[in-house]
C-alpha cells in the first residue's frame, strides 16, 4: 500500500523556519516525481513545488520561489520542504503527492503550518 | 500561467440523480504529440486529502466507482456523478498538469439536495 506521511508542521514566528518531511512507503521511491501541494483550511488546492525523480530538477510556485527549497533523500524515502522567511499567508495544510501520469495519484494527510507571531 | 474557471461554485443534487461540474481552461491542455488532454479530477471529502478520481480528463483511476466518469470538448471539461450517492458529497477540483506551474480550479461543493 502506498503511504505518504508528512510531518514538521507547526507554529512559527514570521520571518522564521521549519523544514517539512514526507515519509513514503509501499512504492519504488526513487522512480516517483513528487510534489508539494498547499491548502488555507477552507479554501483551495494550490500548488507549491516539485522534483523528479533523482533530484536533479526543482520548480517553484512564484510564491515561493527563493524562499522555499524541495528536496529529497531516496535513500531514506523522504522527500523535504526547506521553508524559510515564512510569512503569514504561508499558513496551511501542506501535502506531499505522488506523480503518476503527470497527475497526483496519492497524498499524504498532510501537516498545518501556521505562521503568527 | 493557465487558469482553470470551474462551474458551478456549489450545486445540490437529489441523492440518485446525476451531478455536474464543468471546468474550463484558458489555454489548450491537449498535447499534439499523444493526442492526450492533461486534466484530472479529485475529489476532496471533508477532512481528507484530495483524491484522484479522472486523469487524462477521462480515464478513470483504479477503484473509482463508474458512476464518475469525464469527458471533454475544446477547453471545456465535464466531470460527471451520474446517480449521485451520500458519500459522493465533497469538494471536487479540477486541475490541469500541461504546463508548469500545475494549477487547479477553485472547486465545487457538491451536496445533498
Known amino acids: 500500500e502506498v503511504q505518504l506521511v508528512e510531518s514538521g508542521g507547526g507554529l512559527v514566528q514570521p520571518g522564521g523556519s521549519l523544514r517539512l518531511s514526507c515519509a513514503a512507503s509501499?512504492?519504488?521511491?526513487?522512480?516517483?516525481?513528487l510534489h508539494w501541494v498547499r491548502q488555507v483550511p477552507g479554501k483551495g488546492l494550490v500548488w507549491v513545488s516539485r522534483?523528479?525523480?533523482?533530484?536533479?530538477?526543482?520548480s517553484y510556485a512564484d510564491s515561493v520561489k527563493g524562499r522555499f527549497t524541495i528536496s529529497r533523500d531516496n535513500a531514506k524515502n523522504t522527500l523535504y520542504l526547506q521553508m524559510n522567511t515564512l510569512r503569514v499567508e504561508d499558513t496551511a495544510v501542506y501535502y506531499c503527492a505522488r506523480v503518476q501520469w503527470g497527475s497526483l495519484d496519492n497524498w499524504g494527510q498532510g501537516t498545518l503550518v501556521t505562521v503568527s507571531s | 500561467d493557465i487558469v482553470m474557471t470551474q462551474s458551478p461554485d456549489s450545486l445540490a443534487v437529489s441523492l440518485g440523480e446525476r451531478a455536474t461540474v464543468s471546468c474550463k481552461s484558458s489555454q489548450s491542455v491537449l498535447a499534439s504529440s499523444n493526442n492526450k488532454n492533461y486534466l484530472a479530477w479529485y475529489q476532496q471529502k471533508s477532512g481528507q486529502p484530495p483524491k484522484l478520481l479522472i486523469y487524462w480528463a477521462s480515464t478513470r483511476e483504479s477503484g473509482v466507482p463508474d458512476r464518475f466518469s469525464g469527458s471533454v470538448s475544446g477547453t471545456d471539461f465535464t466531470l460527471t456523478i451520474s446517480s449521485l450517492q451520500a458519500e459522493d458529497v465533497a469538494v471536487y477540483y479540477c486541475?490541469?498538469?500541461?504546463?508548469?506551474?500545475?494549477?487547479f480550479g477553485q472547486g465545487t461543493k457538491v451536496e445533498i439536495k
Open positions: 522534483i523528479n525523480s533523482d533530484g536533479s530538477s526543482t
Open positions: 486541475q490541469q498538469y500541461y504546463s508548469t506551474p500545475p494549477t
Open positions: 509501499g512504492f519504488t521511491f526513487s522512480g516517483y516525481w
